[in-house]
């Protein structure tokens, strides 16, 4: 027998897409109501185009959150293998086919490293990550001289359009390469995690690691695979964020760590492993960005956001703590 479709709204309603839609709406129409500009077209596409590297990388945050781990080294991890590719564009003169593999095995490599380093040392993936962010940063800066790279070619930095609709006044909607590039991360990840063999395996690690390698389930290779596709999202995102606006610069990803790391809990994936959504995770960086977004239209210190991220992190790890009272046997 089939449930009533009033059944599965409730349902629906009470997950935390459901919570974060309901309230994504409130804020729509809070500061479309008294934030000059909010509901402009151009605002939107503008905030839309915005969001999409930071949710690359919540997006592959996610898998790691997923598997029971975490990890702060992401912006650093994209920051190194954008200015690699940027380097073999401009000064080894490479095609860009090679730029890009090389960019993403940058990524996934230093992705996996984390892992391996968690495993071998016994630390915390928390402390590891943090080690490995300063260290990744700190050398690029080195090598570099903190120097940016402005002459990327132009398959790289040059605009790219895919569908445009113009209608009266300022009403125009776009779809770019970042949005493509967005949705395909988005599908390819759900994919990953609730349709593949792989994905069941990762759920399972972060659920109860201990039952799962009983069951045969390779601890080491999910952990390797988790972070190493965080990598990989990272570098891709690094790309991204270069051809949005036109130039490598060491240092423009650093710093909106917590940013992506709110956007993920907020989406409802769990601090101690097991549970989050693709879904999730991008109603929580739209959410997000709206209140940025919406509080820097009506004059609001920047610094109020960056107290409400806190306080999005510290209630999800308040949650979390609540609901798991005893020590959890898990790898990271």
């Not at 609730?194 to 601890?219: K, M, S, Y």
Request: proline residues 4%; hydrophobic residues 55%.
């Amino acid at each position: 027998m089939h449930e009533p479709w009033s059944g599965r709204l409730r349902r629906t309603v009470k997950t935390p897409e459901g919570y974060l839609s309901a309230l994504l709406a409130v804020l729509v129409l809070f500061f479309g109501a008294l934030a000059p500009g909010f509901l402009s077209s151009g605002n939107a596409v503008n905030l839309l185009e915005g969001c999409c590297v930071t949710a690359i990388m919540a997006i592959g945050l996610l898998v790691v959150l997923v598997v029971g781990g975490i990890d702060i080294s992401f912006a650093a991890t994209a920051s190194v293998a954008q200015y690699l590719a940027g380097y073999l564009a401009t000064r080894a003169h490479w095609p860009m086919p090679l730029v890009i593999a090389a960019n993403l095995l940058t990524g996934a490599l230093l992705g996996g490293l984390n892992a391996l380093l968690i495993d071998r040392l016994r630390a915390t993936s928390i402390i590891i990550t943090i080690s490995t962010m300063s260290l990744y940063f700190a050398l690029l800066m080195y090598f570099t001289g903190g120097r940016s790279i402005y002459d990327l070619p132009a398959w790289w930095s040059d605009p790219v359009v895919l569908w445009q609709w113009s209608g009266e006044g300022d009403t125009t909607v776009r779809v770019t390469l970042p949005i493509l590039v967005l949705l395909v991360v988005a599908a390819l990840t759900a994919w990953l995690l609730n349709r593949t063999a792989l994905g069941r395996q990762v759920h399972a690690v972060g659920g109860n690691p201990e039952a799962a390698r009983r069951v045969g389930v390779r601890l080491l290779a999910v952990h390797l695979f988790a972070y190493g596709y965080l990598g990989l999202l990272a570098a891709l995102a690094g790309l991204v964020q270069a051809h949005r606006v036109g130039e490598s610069v060491p240092n423009a990803l650093v710093g909106g760590e917590l940013f992506v790391l709110a956007s993920a809990v907020l989406g409802g994936a769990s601090l101690t492993g097991g549970t989050g959504t693709v879904g999730g995770v991008l109603l929580g960086i739209v959410l997000l960005a709206v209140l940025r977004n919406g509080l820097n239209l009506m004059g609001i210190s920047p610094y109020f956001f960056q107290v409400l991220l806190g306080l999005v992190v510290l209630a999800s790890a308040a949650a979390t703590g609540r609901k798991h009272r005893r020590p959890r046997d898990a790898i990271a």
